[in-house]
């Protein structure tokens, strides 16, 4: 079975460009999760979605950042203007059933604004 | 609040010495879920365990074992003859179960970096 896939793998931008996440979750999973991982702050949640709504949205950093998903296998976790202390690693990861369950990671994707 | 504390920094161990991964949480919940991811050198992040905060028995796999305790709310992870390929960061998480907390929040200790030389 396919695991969760994001796309791009790496982005290199300048500053205030838009910068566009994607994800895939793993088909049938009702819970998708945007994480960001920096040296400074470690794992920090963004935003997670069940069945497709918001639930707990928390986590964004600040109205440049937001997020989608408009149908059970794709989301967008979009950046715009980007600034460079946006630089990180964005991961998602989808769990099935509860929040609380076993979250399946995909491969993140690094993002550099310059 | 709701806090996952990693003390080690950096363990660095020759192959097939036994080693052990600290974890110590907090929370006021009594309701919540333990996890350890694993994080080689390529980034992703690959799930090992989740422990239910009612379920203490320990856990073995293959050469993983942890160790649950409530009363010191330690959740240590013991990797046995240890091989180059657990070269990782490792990672312990808190995620809480009970409504009106972020039960989606998986709350993340800063890892420990793990080193094992041939």
């Known amino acids: 079975d396919a695991g969760v896939i994001q796309s791009p793998r790496h982005e290199v931008t300048e500053m205030g460009q838009e910068v566009t996440l994607r994800c895939k979750p793993i088909s049938g999973h009702d819970y998708l999760f945007w994480y960001r991982q920096t040296m400074m702050r470690g794992l920090e949640l963004l935003i997670y979605?069940?069945?497709?709504?918001?639930?707990?949205d928390s986590g964004m950093p600040e109205d440049r950042f937001s997020a989608k998903m408009p149908n059970a296998s794709f989301s967008t976790l979009k950046i715009q203007p980007s600034e460079p202390r946006d630089s990180a690693v964005y991961f998602c990861?989808?769990?099935?059933?509860?929040?609380?369950?076993?979250?399946?990671f995909g491969p993140g994707t690094r993002l550099t604004v310059t | 609040a709701q806090k996952v504390t990693q003390a080690q920094t950096e363990i660095s161990v020759v192959e097939k010495e036994d080693v052990t991964l600290d974890c110590v949480y907090e929370t006021r919940d009594t309701t919540y879920y333990l996890f350890w991811y694993k994080q080689p050198p390529s980034g992703e992040l690959v799930f090992l365990i989740r422990r239910n905060s009612f379920d203490e028995q320990n856990e073995i796999s293959g050469r993983y074992s942890w160790n649950f305790q409530k009363s010191t709310s330690s959740f240590n992870f013991t990797i046995t003859a240890s091989q180059v390929v657990d070269s990782a960061v490792y990672f312990c998480?808190?995620?809480?179960?009970?409504?009106?907390?972020?039960?989606?929040?998986?709350?993340f200790g800063k890892g420990t970096k793990l080193s094992v030389k041939p």
């Open positions: 979605f069940n069945n497709n709504v918001p639930i707990d």
């Open positions: 998480a808190l995620i809480l179960t009970s409504y009106g907390g972020s039960q989606g929040n998986l709350i």
């Open positions: 990861a989808s769990s099935l059933g509860a929040p609380s369950g076993e979250q399946y």
